[in-house]
């Protein structure tokens, strides 16, 4: 999973600095395969990158950054973590994820970090995450399972992953 990562954001394109992962979507290939990643990149106001390995894929969309507030929280969900500042940093230097935000002093986690930890220890087959408001580094994150539904929160609802 994380070769598509690193191939996805060798797609990346100055333009995008900003933009936020809206959704990441992620199917298993089957067996061992040696070719190359092929990246495609599709859209205007909306981007749509897209790499594929064999027949693993992986495909995100990127959207501006927006302001708009998200589920509040109310008590929900048990304490999971919580990144560092220099752990997210540092995670999306070694994917060579080149967007700005995941640099500054107070960074938004990366989406392929929060999936990454999310996946550890778990084997399936598809992953699908749709990202509603930031997750800055140094936020308590909580999570709720409801079925194969895993709500992610800090004082409101940042992500919500299906995982079959």
């Not at 996805?8 to 070719?35: H, P």
């Not at 599709?42 to 749509?48: A, L, N, Q, T, Y």
């Not at 919580?82 to 107070?106: C, K, M, W, Y």
């Not at 997750?135 to 194969?148: H, R, S, T």
Request: glycine share 10%.
């Amino acid at each position: 999973m994380k070769e598509l990562m690193k191939a996805l954001c060798t797609a990346w394109k100055e333009e995008w600095q900003g933009m936020v992962m809206g959704v990441l979507r992620y199917s298993r290939g089957e067996g061992d395969t040696y070719e190359p990643c092929k990246v495609s990149c599709s859209g205007r106001r909306i981007f749509r990158v897209r790499v594929t390995k064999g027949t693993a894929d992986m495909s995100i969309l990127l959207f501006p950054p927006s302001q708009k507030a998200g589920k509040e929280r109310n008590g929900e969900g048990a304490l999971w973590r919580r990144f560092s500042a220099e752990e997210v940093r540092s995670f999306s230097l070694s994917l060579g994820d080149h967007n700005a935000i995941h640099q500054t002093p107070r960074p938004v986690v990366s989406g392929f970090q929060i999936v990454l930890a999310l996946a550890e220890g778990k084997n399936f087959n598809t992953f699908h995450i749709r990202f509603h408001h930031p997750l800055y580094a140094g936020e308590a994150v909580y999570l709720k399972q409801e079925g194969k539904t895993i709500y992610g929160f800090s004082q409101v609802l940042c992500f919500e992953a299906v995982i079959e």
